[in-house]
């Protein structure tokens, strides 16, 4: 299996559960209800009309025809069918990524938590779709998968999870890509301090700035505790747009459900973040291209 089976699991959950925001699998800044709120302090109630005009922008920007694969640690968490993972399950080997010095194995664990976390819940969206009569070869085969990633995540205990903060910081500091903003988003970027605040803001605009997808969503919805301006948060939004499958439209759920509470921006921020999505665009496509 390849390691986006993961996404197709989660674009299949989404038709399932209709609701974009709850299985998309972001790592939301610092949970549902605190995404970046309106700058210039007017009412909720009037974010979903700037999200409008935000959204105006990435349908003026060229599609993307060449999508980049996430690097997400729930799509990487994605083991083969030939998994090398035994009855032992994930525990021990969250633990060795605990006690070792590879971010990449780090960053692994973190996946492994993820998918431990939202098995449960994928589970119960797969069984309900199939109880309502759903049966097709696509929903029998996820339902299998995630049966065997149940398996594996009986070893994987509360005291490991309490580990993730930990871990994704580990991958930070490594150079993973998403990373910082996973660590924002689990561990809540103001707990930090002001050294560390600064490391993780490095990371994420690097990583931002160099097309990661997970980071650019997580970056654009954040508030203004992460210390990020207006004009970048809605570069990367229009760069996540670009750079996803199905990228522009996911960003018109979020809109008309009043995730993005942006207010609209002038012309001159308009054209401005047109333009950097579009070098930070050309940049991921530029590195992919070139692969490893």
Same mark, same amino acid.
């Given at each position: !299996?390849?390691?986006?089976?993961?996404?197709?699991?989660?674009?299949?959950?989404?038709?399932?559960?209709?609701?974009?925001?709850?299985?998309?699998?972001?790592?939301?800044?610092?949970?549902?209800?605190?995404?970046?709120?309106? &700058?210039?302090?007017?009412?909720? $109630?009037?974010?979903?009309?700037?999200? *409008?005009?935000?959204? /105006?922008?990435? /349908?003026?920007?060229?599609?993307?025809?060449?999508?980049?694969?996430?690097?997400?640690?729930?799509?990487?968490?994605?083991?083969?069918?030939?998994?090398?993972?035994?009855? *032992? =399950?994930? =525990?021990?080997?969250? &633990?060795?990524?605990?006690?070792?010095?590879?971010?990449?194995?780090?960053?692994?664990?973190?996946?492994?938590?993820?998918?431990?976390?939202?098995?449960?819940?994928?589970?119960? %969206?797969?069984?309900?779709?199939?109880?309502? =009569?759903?049966?097709? *070869? +696509?929903?029998?085969?996820?339902?299998?998968?995630?049966?065997?990633?149940?398996? @594996?995540?009986?070893?994987?205990?509360?005291?490991?999870?309490?580990?993730?903060? +930990?871990?994704?910081?580990?991958?930070?500091? =490594?150079?993973? $890509?998403?990373?910082?903003?996973?660590?924002?988003?689990?561990?809540?970027? *103001?707990?930090?301090?002001?050294?560390?605040?600064?490391?993780?803001?490095? /990371?994420?605009?690097?990583?931002?700035?160099?097309?990661?997808?997970?980071?650019?969503?997580? %970056?654009?919805?954040?508030?203004? @505790?992460?210390?990020?301006?207006?004009?970048?948060?809605?570069?990367?939004?229009?760069?996540?747009?670009?750079?996803?499958?199905?990228?522009?439209?996911?960003? !018109?759920?979020?809109?008309?459900?009043?995730?993005?509470? !942006?207010?609209?921006?002038?012309?001159?921020?308009?054209?401005?973040?047109?333009?950097? /999505?579009?070098?930070?665009?050309?940049?991921?496509?530029?590195?992919?291209?070139?692969?490893?």
């Amino acid at each position: !299996m390849s390691t986006n089976s993961f996404s197709t699991r989660s674009t299949v959950a989404l038709a399932l559960i209709g609701a974009l925001v709850l299985c998309a699998g972001f790592w939301w800044p610092t949970g549902k209800d605190t995404v970046a709120a309106p &700058e210039d302090g007017k009412a909720v $109630a009037t974010a979903p009309k700037a999200a *409008e005009a935000v959204l /105006a922008a990435p /349908a003026a920007l060229p599609s993307s025809n060449a999508a980049l694969p996430a690097s997400a640690p729930r799509e990487l968490a994605r083991p083969p069918e030939a998994s090398p993972i035994g009855s *032992e =399950g994930y =525990g021990p080997h969250i &633990e060795r990524a605990r006690d070792g010095t590879d971010p990449k194995a780090a960053w692994q664990a973190v996946g492994w938590l993820e998918v431990c976390r939202v098995n449960p819940t994928e589970m119960q %969206a797969f069984q309900q779709a199939r109880d309502n =009569g759903a049966m097709h *070869e +696509e929903l029998t085969r996820l339902i299998v998968l995630t049966q065997a990633e149940a398996r @594996r995540c009986q070893t994987v205990t509360a005291q490991h999870q309490t580990l993730l903060p +930990e871990l994704a910081l580990q991958a930070m500091r =490594g150079g993973i $890509a998403g990373a910082g903003a996973a660590y924002a988003g689990l561990h809540r970027f *103001e707990q930090a301090d002001a050294d560390l605040q600064a490391e993780l803001r490095s /990371a994420i605009r690097r990583d931002a700035n160099a097309g990661e997808r997970m980071t650019l969503i997580n %970056a654009a919805l954040s508030d203004a @505790r992460w210390g990020l301006s207006y004009e970048e948060r809605l570069s990367y939004l229009l760069a996540y747009g670009l750079l996803s499958p199905g990228g522009q439209e996911q960003l !018109m759920n979020l809109g008309q459900n009043g995730h993005i509470r !942006m207010p609209a921006p002038s012309d001159a921020q308009a054209a401005a973040a047109k333009a950097a /999505a579009q070098r930070i665009a050309d940049t991921a496509k530029a590195g992919s291209s070139a692969g490893p």
